[in-house]
Nanobody, 124 residues
Framework: QVQLVESGGGLVQAGGSLRLSCATS????????MGWFRQAPGKEREFVAA????????YYADSIKGRFTISRDSAKNTVYLQMNSLKPEDTAVYYC?????????????????WGQGTQVTVSS
């Protein structure tokens, strides 16, 4: 079993930055690809970014490419999402997810474990 706990959400003005963290516990962190998804009010949950296991390859949704950066710290069993140049349309609940394999995936049903989510609100 893998437990995921997100933190770092909050209220920020447009153009500002936030860094989300996802602390993991359970099995070997480096064996898991990690992803971030988000769900805005009235919308379906969507893929944001993912990072592979040991190779650290990254993949981003077009809507956030160049503004968000996903990274992982194996020593701390933590994955991060650095969000810069935030826009009001980035407002959503952000979820961390882990999949039982090292390859990057972008679909929700390819992830096995989920955190509880953290709210990000960007004011205009």
């Amino acid at each position: 079993q893998v437990q995921l706990v997100e933190s770092g959400g909050g209220l920020v003005q447009a153009g500002g930055s936030l860094r989300l963290s996802c602390a993991t516990s359970g099995r070997t962190f480096s064996n898991y690809a990690m992803g971030w998804f988000r769900q805005a009010p009235g919308k379906e949950r969507e893929f944001v970014a993912a990072i592979s296991g040991t190779a650290g390859r990254t993949y981003y949704a077009d809507s956030i490419k160049g503004r968000f950066t996903i990274s992982r710290d194996s020593a701390k069993n933590t994955v991060y999402l650095q969000m810069n140049s935030l826009k009001p349309e980035d407002t959503a609940v952000y979820y961390c997810a882990a999949r039982g394999g090292p390859l990057v995936k972008t679909k929700q049903n390819e992830y096995d474990y989920w955190g509880q989510g953290t709210q990000v609100t960007v004011s205009s």
